[in-house]
């Protein structure tokens, strides 16, 4: 983490588990984890359920946040994510609780100590709306985000969007 500017990384629990989850958290140096799913609940994964993690992570010594109302695309709704060709994200991007979401994000994001990470259950974040629809808005912001992927490598937003323009061709 540089002191100037503070890192902000997403990653999916997948089939990750708890315990390894939350290792890879420590591993990054994350004091808060933010829950941005809309449909804040696993179907395979007890401890990822939202009244769940909201007592488990503050035990391990982090802050949960849950931002799923605002961040989590469309609203009680995992289609971004588990079908991302199913919906046109393109008037996702104006919606107004989104710009608050990103506003209080970024907010927090620039609080000194802080290291964020945005959590969903998709474990690649290149069909994911972290990188589809939040990494694209924050990137419009200048906010760079670092993604986690499935093998535990970073690759940032950046890196996403110029593979996916290169890939059109």
Not at 106 to 130: D, E, F, I, N, W
Not at 138 to 148: E, N, S
Request: glycine share 8%; charged share 25%.
């Amino acid at each position: 983490m540089s002191a100037e500017i503070p890192d902000l990384y997403t990653a999916g629990y997948g089939n990750r588990g708890f315990e390894s989850f939350v290792q890879l958290l420590e591993q990054f140096r994350v004091t808060h984890l933010v829950d941005v799913r809309s449909v804040p609940s696993s179907a395979y994964w007890e401890e990822f359920r939202r009244e769940n993690l909201m007592d488990l992570i503050p035990r391990r010594g982090l802050k949960y946040v849950y931002m799923g109302d605002t961040l989590g695309a469309v609203r009680d709704s995992p289609i971004v994510c588990k079908e991302p060709d199913a919906i046109d994200i393109r008037p996702l991007f104006e919606d107004p609780e989104l710009h608050k979401g990103l506003d209080a994000l970024v907010k927090a994001y620039q609080t000194p100590g802080r290291v964020l990470c945005l959590m969903c259950g998709c474990m690649r974040p290149h069909s994911c709306h972290r990188s589809r629809l939040l990494g694209r808005a924050l990137l419009d912001r200048g906010v760079d985000l670092m993604h986690i992927d499935g093998d535990n490598s970073v690759v940032r937003q950046s890196q996403l969007d110029i593979a996916e323009q290169l890939h059109l061709f």
